[in-house]
């Protein structure tokens, strides 16, 4: 980073070629010799022509995006976007003591698993098969994609504890829960690549540079979100509770026809 200390000499913001070079002025004519009303008309002229370019701007930007074809989701109906601070700090319901933040991300995550029909697995692109789980009471089980990114997070949350959350697993389960990890790191990698927030943050010098932090990233930016509480209340009308509901058995398991099992 360059020095703070240094100086530079600072350069009026008035002073650009608009101010010398009359916008669209015949050369014959100086600002002096314009007469008032050809001088009204003129920046009448000029204020019209910026509004069009704004207007044009947003609607090729708004164009841009329609030209995009939407996918398929069964939640399209409660979808909807809102500006808001890109930061306003940290949720106090995810910091703090362990049990507050568990029972923080249960609660988050109570929609991972949501009951769809049919119809929505075809328009969904989904294989209809008997591999496909069924809850017992019918439908289909499906996960948005925003709560497997979230359950992706949690898994690496836990996974810095885990003598808590994971103390006298098997081997071949740490094996599997580090193939899971490597598997929620990519998928959220390519979800924040695919959604790749533009807002930004500026960093800034809190200490010394020899003390630990020294540095931190603050914003007044506003970025754009999907309305949450919409999206997270329609999932919540059709969630399977964890480790309650129970699904048909799959086309692998050697159990008597009708047997059920619990879907974990």
């Known amino acids: 980073m360059g020095k703070f200390e240094e100086k530079y000499e600072e350069v009026p913001s008035s002073d650009s070629l608009e101010s010398h070079e009359p916008f669209l002025s015949h050369p014959r004519f100086t600002v002096q010799s314009e007469h008032k009303a050809f ?147 990519d998928t959220i990698r390519r979800s924040l690549m695919c959604k790749a927030d533009p807002a930004m943050y500026t960093g800034y010098w809190i200490a010394n540079h020899t003390v630990i932090p020294s540095k931190e990233l603050r914003s007044n930016s506003d970025t754009i979100c999907v309305n949450w509480e919409a999206l997270d209340g329609w999932a919540r009308e059709r969630l399977l509770p964890a480790d309650k509901y129970k699904v048909k058995p799959g086309p692998f398991e050697n159990q008597m026809p009708g047997h059920h099992h619990h879907h974990g």
């Open 39 to 185: 001088r009204m008309l003129r920046y009448g002229v000029v204020t019209v022509l910026v509004i069009y370019a704004a207007a044009a701007t947003g609607a090729l930007v708004w164009l841009s995006r329609q030209r995009v074809p939407q996918p398929y989701t069964p939640a399209s109906s409660v979808i909807s976007y809102r500006r808001q601070p890109l930061y306003f700090g940290e949720d106090k319901s995810f910091s703090g003591s362990p049990d507050h933040v568990d029972r923080a991300w249960r609660q988050l995550l109570e929609p991972l698993n949501i009951r769809t029909s049919y119809q929505e697995q075809l328009a969904a692109h989904a294989e209809i098969t008997d591999e496909i789980l069924q809850p017992s009471d019918g439908g289909y089980v499906g996960v948005l994609s925003v709560y497997h990114e979230l359950h992706c997070l949690d898994t690496l949350r836990m996974n810095m504890d885990p003598e808590r959350y994971y103390a006298g697993i098997s081997e071949a389960e740490k094996q599997n829960n580090i193939v899971h990890m490597t598997h929620c790191v």
